[in-house]
Nanobody
Framework: VQLQASGGGLVQAGGSLRLSCQASGRAFSSYIMGWFRQAPGKEREFVAA????????RYIDSVKGRFTISRDNAENTLHLEMFSLQPEDTAVYYC?????????????????WGTGTLVTVSS
């Protein structure tokens, strides 16, 4: 599976962005999908994950109620809708695909990683 993230950009605090991740290859629907981010000078962290059919989602506490993860298995795409963005959301965002359904928050659960897309939130 190859993954390509897009949709990042510069936005003011309180604004919104929609990230997308296009997957190529087969069996997209057999993977759990996740979004991670890495802020300058910090380690990469989990943001959100979604199960195979989209019925199960997980979020880091700091984005709950502001971010929504979704997927379209027919189009092999993953999305992350981000609202009420804050400067602390500034990071490079990565999408990932994996098969470890039991630990979707762990980076080790993911086998494939996409290129990152930079989100910058100005105050």
């Amino acid at each position: 599976v190859q993954l390509q993230a897009s949709g990042g950009g510069l936005v003011q605090a309180g604004g919104s962005l929609r990230l997308s991740c296009q997957a190529s290859g087969r069996a997209f629907s057999s993977y759990i999908m996740g979004w991670f981010r890495q802020a300058p000078g910090k380690e990469r962290e989990f943001v959100a994950a979604i199960g195979w059919s989209g019925g199960l989602t997980r979020y880091i506490d700091s984005v709950k109620g502001r971010f929504t993860i979704s997927r379209d298995n027919a189009e092999n795409t993953l999305h992350l809708e981000m609202f009420s963005l804050q400067p602390e959301d500034t990071a490079v965002y990565y999408c990932a695909a994996g098969r470890n359904y039991y630990y979707p928050r762990r980076q080790s659960a993911y086998d494939y990683w996409g290129t990152g897309t930079l989100v910058t939130v100005s105050s």
